[in-house]
C-alpha cells in the first residue's frame, strides 16, 4: 500500500475535550440558525409551488443558465427547469416554489422571460400550481427507514466488533449529518431530494471510514500491541492508517471540489453536501467514535 506519510505518532485522542468542545459549539451554532431561519429552506419538492410548461421558437438548452437567471431575480426561490418532450419541440417546463391567487407568479415569470429573453419568442402551454412531491407519509417512512438502518449498524459492527465501536459509530454519523444540515441552515440553502440523497451517501462514507481505523483497532490488540491500553492502541490504529486516510480522502475531495465551486447549478449543492460531510467525516472518525469507545472502556472495561 503506498504510503505518504510513515512512522507517525500523533497524539489524536489527548485533544479530545477540545474536539468535543468544537463540536458541541457547531451543534449549538447549526441549532440556533434553524431556530432563527424557523426551520430549513426547504425546496420545492417539500412545499410545492408553481409550475409552467413553455414551448420556445428555438433550442433553450444553450441559454438554461440564462433563464434560470431571469427567473431566479425574481425572488420565488430556486427554479427547477426541465426540457420536456421530444429534443426538437422546445419546451421546458419552470417549477418554482412561490403560490399566489389566481396567475400572479406565472404572469411575472412570463412578463420576465419577454423582456430579458426577447430574442426567443415562446407561448404557454400549461400552468398550475402543484403540490409538494414529498407527503407527510414519505417523510415518515423516511425517517423510519435510517433509524432502522442506524440500528442495522450498530448490530453489524457489534457482532463484527464489540458494542462501544457500534456506538461509536453511530454517534459518529449522526454528527456529520447535523453538521451538514447545519451549513445548509447557515448559509440558507436549499435542502433538496439531492441534498438528502448527499446526507444518505455521507452515512455511507462516515462508517466505511469508521470501521477502517476500527479494523486496524482489532488487529493490533491481537498483536505486537497485545495487551496495551486501548487509548493506545487507537491512537496507534489511526497514525497507521493516516496516509491511507489522506490519499482517499484527497481523491475524493478534488472531484468535490472541483463540482462544488465549477459545476452547474444543479449539482452544486449536492457536492457541496458530500464536501461537507466527507471532511465531517474523516473528522469524526478520529475525534468523535473513536474517543466514545475509549470513554465506554473507561467506565465499563470491555473484555
Request: charged residues 20%; contains cysteine; proline residues 2%.
Amino acid at each position: 500500500m503506498m504510503r505518504l506519510i510513515k512512522d507517525t505518532n500523533i497524539n489524536f485522542l489527548g485533544v479530545r475535550k477540545w474536539a468535543y468542545g468544537f463540536s458541541i459549539t457547531l451543534l449549538v451554532i447549526a441549532l440556533a440558525s434553524v431556530i432563527w431561519h424557523k426551520g430549513f429552506n426547504t425546496s420545492i419538492e417539500f412545499t410545492g409551488g408553481t409550475m409552467i410548461q413553455l414551448k420556445f421558437q428555438r433550442s433553450v438548452d444553450q441559454d438554461m443558465g440564462k433563464v434560470r437567471s431571469i427567473i431566479s431575480a425574481l425572488d420565488f426561490g430556486s427554479p427547477e427547469i426541465k426540457s420536456i418532450g421530444a429534443a426538437g419541440d422546445n419546451e421546458i417546463q419552470i417549477v418554482v416554489k412561490k403560490q399566489a391567487e389566481g396567475t400572479t407568479v406565472a404572469d411575472a415569470i412570463k412578463q420576465a422571460l419577454k423582456t430579458q429573453y426577447a430574442d426567443n419568442p415562446f407561448e404557454l402551454r400549461n400552468e398550475q400550481k402543484v403540490g409538494p412531491k414529498i407527503g407527510k407519509e414519505l417523510i415518515r417512512n423516511a425517517f423510519w427507514a435510517i433509524l432502522l438502518s442506524m440500528i442495522a449498524i450498530i448490530i453489524y459492527i457489534w457482532v463484527r466488533f464489540n458494542l462501544p465501536y457500534g456506538f461509536g459509530g453511530v454517534v459518529g454519523i449522526f454528527h456529520d449529518c447535523f453538521i451538514t444540515l447545519g451549513f445548509f441552515s447557515i448559509t440558507n440553502r436549499e435542502i433538496s431530494l439531492g441534498t438528502i440523497a448527499a446526507i444518505l451517501t455521507i452515512m455511507g462514507y462516515s462508517i466505511n471510514d469508521t470501521i477502517v481505523i476500527f479494523d486496524r483497532v482489532r488487529e493490533n490488540l491481537g498483536g505486537k500491541l497485545v495487551g496495551k491500553d486501548l487509548e493506545i492502541v487507537i491512537n496507534k490504529s489511526i497514525n497507521q492508517c493516516l496516509s491511507r486516510t489522506i490519499i482517499t480522502t484527497s481523491t475524493v475531495l478534488f472531484v468535490l471540489i472541483a463540482f462544488a465551486f465549477f459545476g452547474g447549478t444543479v449539482i452544486r449543492d449536492f457536492a457541496l453536501a458530500l464536501l461537507v460531510g466527507c471532511m465531517s467525516g474523516v473528522y469524526s472518525t478520529v475525534y468523535i467514535a473513536s474517543p466514545i469507545v475509549v470513554e465506554w472502556h473507561k467506565k465499563w472495561p470491555m473484555k
